[in-house]
């Protein structure tokens, strides 16, 4: 039923999933102004029309496997006016780079998803009343395009779920215990972290575990979640050593999946690894292969990553994604709280299946436009009502924000229509398709970068940096120390929240060093 097979056209487009950033309402019957704060050196306008250089990124580093594809160009809606992609709420990407930079590493650019860097934080969205999604869209100049160019966010926050009127959850728990889970402790991370999601279950909920090393075993059947001790038991029995047959693992687990399935409910796959697959098969595209039918069954797989040095980014990002579920990151406790007792639990209850976005851009008033990140959930433009075409889940409450980068047309006035965002996704309780649109005008974006939100200047700091790690080419001579400028000059327009306040931190750190 769904298999996220996501794509993105080459536009620049934001759908955050949180509550509206405060856009400005001010018209933009006038071109925008340049940016009032501290001016870096802007890239290098290019010809929007050509596709841009190679795949920038280098042969990976640190022994970490990736697979990045390259760049979205900038696309002349003239030729391509409409950009199709499927929604994705990862955030592993910005977590693995918090965790290089604090062990004194900079983030190997062939694991920065820009996507992923944006979404890992709270947008400050309003979730929806009555319908399933609501959709905002806001922005403005920014210090880091050109000054006739525009960041457009689009954000998209999902329906909040009652944890008492939420469905009966199946969940099976799919652990490494390899040799290579004793390093850095992952394992003991793992562990603490099942912890504390068991205890945020209710008594309808069901648990099982299995573990993998070189072969796999089970090592707690569905059991129901008011057993804890019995589940905790059986947590503490997981010791590392031995190869790791990630394959086995996730076939015994699938069969405990289907042995549990639930009437309408939730059943999820939870792989807990550092993604280090060295027997049976070890090719994604192998191990997808064996697991396709149980994701369009409607098990979904979630991802979570552990550990640095031979951590396997690219082969636990895929997994989830061709899996219909999420890819996160944990390296500590803070990260491990945030994930098993807030978005992990808070989207058991997929509230959207095989959701999609598709925007279709006015070329009279848009000259050129570039999707910041989501080079790799394209899907083809006349596939958005095709229902057949897997796409990803969206839970209660979650959130998605998609950043364009937009060339406007000169004498554009304030109520012009600049592009019509659609939705399109499956109802889980109702079955069938949905949809909802929303118009955005000039009038959604303000005229300067002081004139816009708080979170949409930090999300362009956030996008801006990532693409300089990342090596785009269209950063073009910017540099960290340049971001870190803009964002010292406007620290206090910025959300005054913990989660900035770190980036801040780590942006700094990361322009000392010249990365």
């Avoid at 999902?158 to 889970?181: E, H, K, N, P």
């Avoid at 279709?360 to 999707?371: C, G, N």
């Avoid at 969206?394 to 980068?405: D, M, P, R």
Wanted: one cysteine or more; aromatic letters at 6%; proline letters at 7%.
């Amino acid at each position: 039923m769904r298999t996220p097979v996501l794509s993105l056209a080459a536009v620049v487009l934001v759908v955050a999933g949180c509550a509206t950033s405060g856009a400005s309402s001010q018209g933009n019957a006038q071109p925008p102004e340049p940016p009032q704060h501290h001016q870096p050196t802007p890239a290098p306008w290019v010809d929007p029309y050509v596709n841009p250089t190679p795949n920038p990124y280098p042969v990976p580093i640190d022994g970490t496997s990736t697979d990045r594809p390259a760049v979205n160009p900038y696309v002349n809606p003239g030729r391509d006016h409409v950009s199709t992609f499927g929604l994705d709420i990862d955030t592993a990407s910005y977590a693995i780079a918090r965790q290089a930079v604090q062990a004194g590493a900079s983030p190997d650019p062939s694991t920065v998803r820009v996507e992923e860097w944006v979404n890992a934080f709270d947008q400050g969205y309003t979730a929806p009343l009555e319908d399933t999604f609501s959709i905002m869209a806001d922005g403005g100049p920014t210090p880091f395009t050109e000054p006739d160019e525009v960041l457009l966010r689009v954000g998209l926050k999902a329906r909040d779920v009652r944890a008492q009127s939420r469905q009966d959850a199946a969940l099976t728990f799919v652990i490494d215990t390899s040799g290579s889970m004793a390093q850095q402790d992952r394992l003991e991370l793992v562990k603490g972290s099942l912890r504390l999601l068991v205890r945020g279950l209710t008594q309808r909920d069901t648990v099982a575990i299995v573990a993998f090393g070189d072969n796999a075993r089970v090592i707690l059947p569905p059991t129901r979640a008011t057993r804890q001790d019995v589940i905790v038991g059986a947590i503490e029995e997981l010791s590392p050593g031995g190869s790791t047959n990630l394959e086995a693992g996730l076939r015994l687990g699938y069969g405990l999946a289907r042995e549990s399935l639930t009437e309408n409910g939730i059943d999820r796959v939870i792989l807990a690894s550092d993604g280090v697959a060295n027997v049976g098969l070890v090719d994604p595209d192998q191990i997808l292969a064996q697991i396709k039918r149980d994701a369009g069954a409607g098990i979904e797989l979630v991802s979570v990553g552990v550990g640095m040095g031979d951590y396997n980014d690219a082969l636990l990002e895929r997994l989830a994604d061709q899996g219909d579920g999420f890819y996160a990151y944990v390296n500590g406790p803070d990260e491990a709280h945030r994930l098993f007792t807030e978005d992990l639990t808070g989207a058991l209850q997929a509230v959207a299946l095989d959701a999609r976005a598709q925007v279709e851009f006015d070329p009279d008033h848009v000259s050129a436009y570039r999707l910041v990140g989501y080079e790799d959930r394209a899907i083809a433009d006349q596939e958005f009502r095709n229902d057949h075409v897997q796409a990803g889940a969206i839970g209660a409450g979650h959130s998605v924000t998609v950043l364009y980068a937009l060339r406007l047309r000169e004498g554009i006035g304030a109520s012009d229509r600049l592009a019509t965002v659609r939705l399109r996704w499956t109802d889980p309780e109702r079955g069938g398709p949905r949809e909802l649109a929303r118009d955005v005008h000039a009038v959604d974006l303000a005229r300067s970068f002081r004139e816009t939100g708080p979170n949409v200047r930090f999300d362009a700091i956030v996008a801006a940096t990532a693409e300089v790690l990342r090596g785009s080419p269209w950063m073009g001579r910017l540099d960290l120390g340049e971001i870190a400028a803009t964002a010292r000059d406007d620290a206090r327009g910025l959300p005054p929240t913990g989660e900035v306040h770190d980036f801040l931190i780590l942006l700094e750190e990361l322009a000392a060093r010249g990365r």
